[in-house]
């Protein structure tokens, strides 16, 4: 059993700590909003910190899952952040959805403090994390991988290294690239049906058992019929992480066509009013416009 820090209790971050407690891990959690640490401390046990500093202080392990570039680098550096508290040898593992380049410029810092960085971006939505069965996606030197690995397997059915550091972000952008390509597909073939009088149950029933198949029709397929869109990631989210695909892509000389329209389809959902509906919500866009 390891002295882990989880900084940022969010959706995924607060069911994810909760694992690592449930796992007999000493843990010590950090929020920017201090209620929603105490609350998990109420549920949970273990104990909150005031600052990301003091969450890790004694911590061989330091776990983060924030929002996007800045937030990571704000709970990392500074006076008040992660680096300024970790040891020696302590290792910093980060499951937000971030940049390759954010991750390996503060893989570099970590490294010139004499610390560990993994990044490890997850998938499986709020589902993976209340249920401890998230896809996660590393990058960093193996040996700190290794030493990681235990830990990260509280909440992960499959954890994976993939290269070397940014290898984990950079595999979390295919992930959703693939998921983009895949919902908008999904969502253009129930829109289908519903206009050729079809029964979506049926169908669906037959599909999903053939090369059509996926995760998302078999979960998301009955929210989409009623347009119900709270049950996953948001996609004022996904903006946030196909933002980083398509700018990596200049980056690489990657061609990613499809992709970038189906940005520009979330942000039709955007003006919907549906930043916080699910990724699934891009049905509503076509029912919409006809």
């Known amino acids: 059993?390891?002295?882990?820090?989880?900084?940022?209790?969010?959706?995924?971050?607060?069911?994810?700590?909760?694992?690592?407690?449930?796992?007999?891990?000493?843990?010590?959690?950090?929020?920017?909003?201090?209620a929603k640490a105490d609350a998990w401390v109420a549920k949970h046990g273990g104990r909150a910190a005031p600052t990301a500093r003091a969450a890790a202080e004694g911590a061989e392990f330091v776990m983060a899952c924030v929002g996007n570039d800045d937030d990571l680098r704000a709970v990392c550096t500074g006076a008040d952040g992660a680096f300024a508290g970790m040891a020696t040898g302590a290792i910093f593992v980060d499951h937000t959805t971030v940049s390759a380049?954010?991750?390996?410029?503060?893989?570099?810092?970590?490294?010139?403090?004499?610390?560990?960085?993994?990044?490890?971006?997850?998938?499986?939505?709020?589902?993976?994390a209340?249920?401890?069965?998230?896809?996660?996606?590393?990058?960093?030197?193996?040996?700190?991988?290794?030493?990681?690995?235990?830990?990260?397997?509280?909440?992960?059915?499959?954890?994976?290294?993939?290269?070397?550091?940014?290898?984990?972000?950079?595999?979390?952008?295919?992930?959703?690239?693939?998921?983009?390509?895949?919902?908008?597909?999904?969502?253009?073939?129930?829109?289908?049906?519903?206009?050729?009088?079809?029964?979506?149950?049926?169908?669906?029933?037959?599909?999903?058992?053939?090369?059509?198949?996926?995760?998302?029709?078999?979960n998301r397929h009955k929210t989409m019929k009623q347009g119900k869109f709270d049950y996953g990631f948001a996609v004022d989210w996904m903006r946030k992480d196909l933002d980083i695909c398509l700018r990596t892509a200049e980056e690489n000389g990657a061609s990613l066509p499809v992709t970038a329209l189906i940005d520009q389809f979330y942000k039709d959902v955007q003006k919907l009013g549906g930043g916080r509906w699910d990724t699934s919500s891009l049905i509503a866009r076509l029912r919409a416009i006809g």
């Not at 954010?102 to 939505?125: I, M």
């Not at 960093?140 to 991988?145: C, I, L, M």
Request: hydrophobic letters at 45%.
């Open 101 to 128: 380049a954010v991750t390996r410029e503060l893989a570099g810092t970590a490294a010139s403090h004499g610390l560990g960085f993994v990044d490890a971006p997850v998938s499986g939505g709020q589902a993976g």
């Open 130 to 218: 209340e249920n401890g069965v998230l896809s996660v996606m590393c990058g960093g030197d193996e040996a700190e991988y290794a030493r990681a690995e235990p830990v990260i397997a509280a909440y992960a059915r499959i954890c994976r290294r993939l290269g070397p550091s940014g290898a984990g972000q950079l595999a979390k952008m295919v992930n959703q690239i693939c998921i983009a390509g895949l919902v908008q597909g999904l969502s253009e073939g129930l829109h289908f049906a519903e206009r050729a009088g079809l029964d979506i149950e049926e169908l669906v029933e037959v599909i999903s058992q053939g090369a059509a198949g996926s995760w998302q029709m078999v």
């Open 1 to 34: 059993m390891a002295r882990v820090a989880f900084l940022g209790l969010g959706v995924m971050g607060f069911p994810m700590a909760g694992h690592l407690m449930a796992k007999g891990h000493e843990v010590t959690v950090w929020n920017r909003t201090g």
